[in-house]
């Protein structure tokens, strides 16, 4: 898994019939007033190294805030969960209460929205933790965009 920069467009493979085409995939800002924050997880193939990585921009797609840090985690679930948890509070310190989440991690977004309710107990916890910080903003919504 690789982090993907956000911002520019990455090609998606999607097979027709027997040829596999490959079209480009956008990042689609928030509405006006909104930001949006984008969250990765990685691990490098030889498992020597683990990384967590979120975008902050806002509806002119201006990036506010970008950051990559190394982090130890159990599975590339908890990396992602661990991802939207500290995006999240970043974007709460900067004063933002109105924003759109997006990981490429279906199974966290099911667990935050309370769609799915097992998974492991390390990212229960940190599913909980990022309920709390919802809690505090006006307006979050979280979904999972696909690869």
């Not at 898994?1 to 027709?16: I, L, P």
């Not at 193939?45 to 159990?74: C, H, M, S």
């Not at 490429?104 to 977004?109: A, G, M, P, S, T």
Request: with cysteine; aromatic share 6%; proline share 3%.
């Amino acid at each position: 898994m690789e982090y993907h920069a956000v911002h520019s467009s990455r090609v998606v493979s999607s097979m027709m019939g027997d040829q596999t085409s490959l079209r480009p995939s956008r990042w689609l800002p928030p509405m006006a007033g909104y930001i949006k924050i984008n969250v990765d997880a990685a691990v490098k193939k030889d498992l020597t190294a683990q990384g967590i990585g979120f975008i902050i921009k806002n509806a002119d797609g201006a990036n506010l805030l970008a950051v990559l840090q190394r982090a130890d985690f159990p599975s590339v679930v908890a990396g992602e969960a661990l991802a939207i948890r500290q995006g999240l509070k970043e974007a709460i310190s900067m004063g933002f209460q109105s924003i759109v989440m997006e990981s490429d991690c279906l199974e966290v977004v099911q667990l935050i929205n309370g769609v799915q309710s097992d998974g492991e107990i390390f990212v229960a916890s940190i599913v909980e933790d990022i309920k709390v910080l919802m809690s505090s903003v006006d307006f979050i919504s979280c979904s999972s965009q696909g690869r």
